[in-house]
């Protein structure tokens, strides 16, 4: 069993008053943004090296980053 973390979301403007999504959870935050060429830009950061350790990031269901997810961990689970 594990701790859950707290998750907080909001919306900031950068200094032009383009809109940024940010996540917060635990030595986690987030940020999601319209790139200048029309695309999206997503940002990780964390705040110590065991939060970067424990760091996975799935991008359309393949993960790109961290470790493994556990062989318990349940496909089906996984947001949509």
Do not use: C, K, S
């Not at 964390?46 to 393949?62: E, I, K, N, P, S």
């Amino acid at each position: 069993m594990v701790d859950v973390e707290v998750i907080e979301t909001d919306r900031i403007e950068d200094r032009n008053g383009w809109p940024i999504g940010r996540i917060q959870a635990g030595q986690l935050t987030g940020y999601v943004r319209q790139a200048l060429d029309g695309g999206m830009l997503a940002e990780l950061h964390t705040r110590d090296q065991d939060a970067a350790d424990r760091l996975r990031v799935f991008v359309d269901g393949h993960q790109v980053w961290g470790q493994p997810l556990p062989a318990v961990a349940d496909p089906a689970l996984r947001t949509p």
